[in-house]
């Protein structure tokens, strides 16, 4: 199969063989390394530094990424304040759906109870297999959280791998040079080049995906086995189809209301999203993001402030995975939880889960820190859902990353900074070319 575009002046452009687009050849890495992990499962499991080196290889560019993005979409803006206010309708909307994700997680859990009927004594359970999680857990605190977004030197900031400390750097150099004015130009300038250079590197990098995708996911069937899915099938099946219904049905309204849909989107960001299946880190997608976002006709500031804040402040699948997971626990063991419990169990959950990085393991780190707050729920009920976390972390860091696209959109909207002619065109197949989004005054100079 063969796809043609067309080029920016209108001419058919070279014709592209399927099996070169980055989207199909992820999906076909998925399938090569589920048939490895599951024929093959100490070869599956052995080939988890292939999974963990691509991850590795993007969190590199993460913190250049997002600081040559924010700092000069915060100096491109017209005026300083709408740097607070992008953030306070961001941080709005962020809550609104946060906890929208965290009602619906609980609505079903309550409606479907898939874990009624286990009989599960707490006291049975392996406490040592989830001890690091929730060591883990008891050390995250809301002033540690914090104390953490400030980085030892501003240069620390872009090598200890803290979002949070690299966006905080990264807004503060962008309103300097905002505020310096015309002196900083040729530092804005500066910035502009290395950010062509940085999402070219990042470009390289994803030619690199079907090889991590096939590590990964051939290590996560050859470590757990889809096997282990049987016994635990209507937790696992149960927060899918919540996912899907949170996606499809309340985000799909969202962006229905908002001029774009949510299927067009989700096809536009298949490449990115086949990787954090593959992956099960949404992480390994976020340069990407940034870059589809910008494509798509948000405005840089806008995306370089939304994108980095919605990692760790609006994680849908997360919210809706901690309340399930935690009721499902309470259903098998036998703990009846009352209206008002489970309320409380709701606003522990919303405090807890801001923070929680969009890396795998994190959903379960903070469930944990959650049940810590709420003695009603046994934490050695973790234990139960342990050997299935992997399989649900990947629908986790799917909804999460959708989440974050639309807000993106969402928020570019509310703010002006949404060039409705580009987004149609990127929906339709039709994106600009980066480079000409990035820094369009120096892409024809880059191009030549």
């Known amino acids: 199969?063969?796809?043609?575009?067309?080029?920016?002046?209108?001419?058919?452009?070279?014709?592209?063989?399927?099996?070169?687009?980055?989207?199909?050849?992820?999906?076909?890495?998925?399938?090569?390394?589920?048939?490895?992990?599951?024929?093959?499962?100490?070869?599956?499991?052995?080939?988890?530094?292939?999974?963990?080196?691509?991850?590795?290889?993007?969190?590199?560019?993460?913190?250049?990424?997002?600081?040559?993005?924010?700092?000069?979409?915060?100096?491109?803006?017209?005026?300083?304040?709408?740097?607070?206010?992008?953030?306070?309708?961001?941080?709005?909307?962020?809550?609104?759906?946060?906890?929208?994700?965290?009602?619906?997680?609980?609505?079903?859990?309550?409606?479907?109870?898939p874990g009624a009927g286990m009989n599960v004594d707490p006291a049975s359970l392996n406490q040592g297999a989830i001890a690091d999680y929730t060591h883990k857990a008891h050390e995250t605190t809301v002033t540690g959280f914090l104390m953490a977004i400030i980085p030892t030197t501003m240069v620390s900031a872009l090598t200890d791998g803290s979002i949070l400390q690299t966006l905080f750097v990264a807004i503060l150099f962008g309103i300097s040079l905002s505020l310096v004015g015309k002196p900083a130009a040729p530092v804005l300038d500066l910035i502009e080049r290395l950010a062509l250079v940085v999402f070219r590197l990042v470009g390289i990098l994803m030619r690199a995906?079907?090889?991590?995708?096939?590590?990964?996911?051939?290590?996560?069937?050859?470590?757990?086995?889809?096997?282990?899915?049987v016994n635990l099938g209507a937790l696992v099946a149960t927060f899918y189809f919540t996912s899907i219904f949170f996606v499809l049905v309340v985000l799909g309204a969202v962006a229905r209301a908002h001029g774009f849909s949510i299927v067009k989107l989700i096809v536009y960001l298949r490449a990115e999203l086949l990787l954090v299946l593959g992956t099960s880190s949404s992480e390994a997608a976020l340069p990407s993001l940034i870059g589809k976002m910008e494509q798509a006709g948000c405005d840089k500031g806008v995306v370089g402030l939304v994108v980095p804040t919605g990692y760790s402040f609006n994680l849908d699948g997360t919210n809706i995975y901690m309340t399930l997971a935690a009721l499902f626990i309470a259903q098998a063991t036998n703990v009846h939880l009352s209206l008002s419990q489970q309320l409380t169990l709701l606003v522990v959950a919303m405090l807890s889960s801001k923070g929680a990085a969009g890396v795998t393991g994190a959903g379960f780190i903070t469930l944990a820190a959650t049940l810590s707050i709420v003695p009603s729920v046994p934490v050695a009920g973790m234990a139960l859902i342990l050997g299935v976390d992997r399989f649900m972390s990947e629908c986790r860091s799917l909804t999460n990353f959708i989440g974050n696209a639309v807000a993106t959109v969402v928020v570019a909207r509310w703010e002006g900074a949404l060039d409705r002619d580009r987004l149609n065109a990127a929906l339709a197949g039709n994106p600009m070319p980066l480079d000409a989004v990035i820094a369009p005054d120096l892409a024809p100079a880059a191009a030549e």
């Open 209 to 229: 995906a079907p090889i991590g995708a096939f590590g990964a996911m051939a290590f996560t069937i050859g470590k757990y086995g889809v096997g282990s899915l």
């Open 1 to 113: 199969m063969i796809i043609q575009g067309t080029t920016d002046s209108g001419r058919p452009a070279v014709r592209t063989p399927i099996w070169r687009h980055l989207y199909v050849q992820v999906l076909v890495a998925i399938l090569l390394g589920v048939t490895v992990g599951h024929f093959w499962p100490d070869t599956g499991a052995a080939l988890k530094p292939v999974g963990d080196g691509f991850i590795n290889l993007v969190k590199m560019v993460i913190a250049p990424v997002i600081f040559l993005s924010v700092a000069s979409g915060i100096a491109g803006m017209r005026e300083l304040s709408s740097v607070g206010r992008v953030a306070a309708k961001a941080f709005g909307y962020f809550l609104v759906f946060s906890t929208l994700a965290l009602i619906v997680g609980l609505v079903v859990a309550n409606v479907v109870q």
